[in-house]
């Protein structure tokens, strides 16, 4: 018999809200534990973000954060990728754990969430293109994942890799991007609890665009290092390849901080549009995150290392 | 034969129907229809309009030395100058919405960035042609120094088809093919100058 995994049966959304409900055990409405179409239920409550959104900041909305994406696996027309994903089977998902740790295995992702915590973590996300968002994002952080992965003390950066399924992604029946996408970080970025993989944001699992199931969030870094619709998760001993340095090493590096004072020739770095907004902001070194990452990068030169 | 008077009397609604995208496009961004990010769409639609239009220009010369078509040459001058008004438009977005008159900000934008700077050339170089436009102009100039100053032309587009090149910024398949037919109306004229003035010599 096939085996059903609880993950086809119960949503996300059900999952976090039974957690919540389990933690708070106070009165958290019965109606939102039950599973809604999608379009009722992230709408409503965003008071539980408030809280950790920065003065300044504001709430992009579900809308926007849905339908403005980068995703090149399907098209790269910023409205392709909610357009065209609509036939992306992400149920059942397997992680493959490979290279230097002490057992690689496949793992279903049921079972990697069954040892993790779902947070809240509302994040700005900076494109390389100049414009950001702020998005509630859920998810845990990469550390759990590393440490139930046991890497060996080698390992001292990561390579994720997105799935390729050009039947279902149609932007990889074109040799746009080199496929599979590929994206790296050093172990201590990895490590570091800004760091997560997200399963959903306002409260709704990831829809196909965002890169369901599973994508990384890095909040200090480019939008394009956040990888998504993660399958394989890699540890070695040096700097891997990631996708755009390899398509133009001048434009895009390996550590894509946000960083105002490095150059690129397409866009200014040095102011982004909030989307929803008519004047640019200046954009912050490290998107803001300076005070809790700017220690990963003690002693280097970001104009070389950009 | 298209007839002069045909081409001649449809200017009006030629000239209706292609200013209407940009009324339509303008009236999207005020009432907030244009997308979640209004201000880059409403750029990037005048500026490919403009780049179209260009091209179309090269196109009507190139087929206005066919008899059939000859008459299309009253609305070379016509199209041109739609263009520059997109192109116009496109530089006022960039301006005001897309930097909001910050214009030490624009100015070492227009420096830093080979796209820009590209682009910014492209348009300054279309001046010329516009300020020569007129029927008194062409009169004046003599039409032999007139012909000289809108072979600028060439330039122009060859910018504006290199300013879109560059600022894509992956799938550049559109500025491939507008730039591979602009080397096909080249050709066609560098095959008119050099083979046909042979015949016409021997």
Known sequence: ?306 | MLSSQLVKKNKLTILMILLLPSFIWVGMFINGSLGINPIDILMDKLGEMSLRLLILVLIISSLSEFVFFRSLINLRRLIGLIAFYYLFLHLICYIFLDHFFNLSFILKDIIKRPFITFGFLGFVLLFPLVFTSTNNMIKKLTFRIWKKIHYLIYVVILLGVLHFYLLTKADKTEPLIYFGIVLILFALRIYKIFFIRQVVQR
């Open chain 1, 1 to 306: 018999m096939k085996k059903i995994l609880s993950s086809e049966i119960t949503s996300h959304l059900t999952y976090l809200n039974r957690r919540k409900f389990i933690k708070n055990s106070s009165a958290i409405s019965i109606a939102s534990s039950l599973s809604f179409p999608s379009q009722a239920i992230h709408s409503e409550d965003t008071s539980q973000y408030q809280q950790q959104l920065d003065d300044g900041d504001e709430l992009n909305t579900f809308d926007e954060i849905t339908t403005y994406n980068n995703f090149y696996e399907f098209g790269v027309g910023k409205s392709d990728p909610s357009n065209y994903s609509k036939s992306f089977n992400t149920k059942p998902w397997s992680i493959k754990i490979e290279g230097l740790v002490k057992k690689p295995i496949t793992i279903d992702l049921e079972d990697i969430l069954k040892n993790v915590t779902i947070e809240d973590r509302v994040y700005r996300l900076r494109c390389v293109e100049a414009w950001s968002m702020v998005i509630p994002w859920q998810g845990f952080p990469l550390s759990k994942l590393i440490n139930l992965a046991q890497p060996l003390d080698s390992a001292k950066f990561i390579q994720f890799v997105t799935v390729f399924r050009p039947d279902e992604m149609p932007g990889q029946n074109r040799r746009i991007l080199s496929w599979p996408y590929i994206e790296g970080l050093r172990m201590d970025e990895a490590m570091h609890p800004l760091t997560i993989l997200s399963t959903g944001l306002y409260g709704h699992d990831l829809l196909n665009q965002n890169g369901a199931p599973l994508r990384l969030v890095v909040p200090w870094k480019y939008g394009f290092k956040s990888i998504k619709s993660i399958v394989a998760v890699r540890f070695v001993d040096r700097q891997p390849d990631a996708t755009w340095p390899m398509m133009a090493p001048s434009e895009y590096g390996f550590y894509s901080n946000v960083n105002n004072t490095v150059h690129h020739p397409r866009w200014t770095q040095g102011t982004e549009r909030r989307i929803g907004e008519f004047l640019r902001r200046p954009t912050l070194m490290f998107n803001g995150y300076e005070e809790e990452v700017s220690d990963l990068y003690k002693g280097m030169d970001l104009n070389k290392y950009y």
